[in-house]
DNA sequence: TTGTTAAGCGGAGGCTCCCTCCGTATCTTC
DNA sequence: GAAGATACGGAGGGAGCCTCCGCTTAACAA
């Protein structure tokens, strides 16, 4: 705030300006071309040379996330007002369904998705616990309703999400997508009394499933 | 038409050998570097020109097949066995950790996966036939038995299977995804009264049964 | 205004990988 | 053997990645 005492320049315009243009171009040629898109391709289209965007964002992750932290964001707000709903286990299919739509309306999403998912470095720290926390309220609220099992942490759920999310670009994978969210919520129900104990005797070997959160 | 005599001259033998040999260093490759590794690296460890390996194996994808030929095999074979369970529910189940076992063993197994779950293309159709079926018979079975909904069609599965296996690279992985796919069986059971009467009108088989809820 | 200076710019260049093409070498057959 | 068919290798052109550095230009001070 106070620019006096620190020895700190105004930035340059230039550079704020380059910033931008390098973002909406990223933006454009991410969700048409997809996560793969060459930056070389985004610098041209922003009109600037390819060193100005390496400058802006040294690796490609960090232009996804500065390009999709806006829709990160929505999506983790949109998590904040289903909490409000009546049914919690239906708010998080709602939840898990408006992120489909997500990866079908942007293209690069994925991309976003895939960095919060994969990188657990500090770095892209932002978009994951962002995503975790989340789907972490709806699951602990679901939980506490004693209408969902409480064995699934929200690291599991997102990188499952992701995980289907993965084959967007074949045909019909959406309505596949949301099939399969809606099996899976159905099994993250509380199972009533007969088929926990079928369930019981069913799965010897299943590693501790360790509880977090 | 003409000389029928012998159409087909013995292959030849340098032939047959830098085949197998492009093979070898092909699955050892992959296995280490994954799917991404580079198929010049392949060559090289292989002893032959890059040209010889791209007139065997034309594109990528021809090789991942051939490498992993035998590993979808193996898995297809598995479902066979599983035929015989009793509980056919949890024969599903166990089919699928046993995959999740051979994609943590070779880690190029993902590539097969994704050619099987990803090329819709007649060229790669072999693991995608051989998968599905074996998936298709566990959940016919199931679902005869009346023990799993019938809207879920093996290429969903498939897809669903592969996508919570992509993450295949971060640490602790193959729990979380056995516990996803414990959760997913579970939400493939035919659901108790209550809920079998939402989801009456589910339909049978493969296309996308676009139902809504 | 003008001068100083650091921040910022661009793109050449070195690298890796992809894939094709074709002259040469080698194998099979007669 | 000789003739042909078949396969081999790797040069080469293209595309991307990323770094590096000489030049430009905006901010600030005088």
Redesign the interface.
Known sequence: MDEHTDQTRKPRADAVRNRERVLEAAKAVFNAGGPEASLEAVAKRAGVGIGTLYRHFPTREDLFEAVYRREVEQLSEFAEQLKNAKDPVDALRRWLCSGVEFVATKKGMVAALALA??S?SELHAFSFERLTKAIGSLLDRAAAAGAM?A???P???L??F??????H?????Q??VL??L???????RV??V??AKV?AA??P???A??RKR
């Open positions: 998912v994969q657990g099992r064995d699934v942490s690291e599991d759920l990188r499952a992701f995980g289907m999310c993965y084959m670009d074949q045909p019909g994978w309505s596949s099939r399969m809606d099996v899976f919520v159905d099994g993250l199972q009533p007969v088929k369930r069913a799965k070997a299943k590693p499933a360790k």
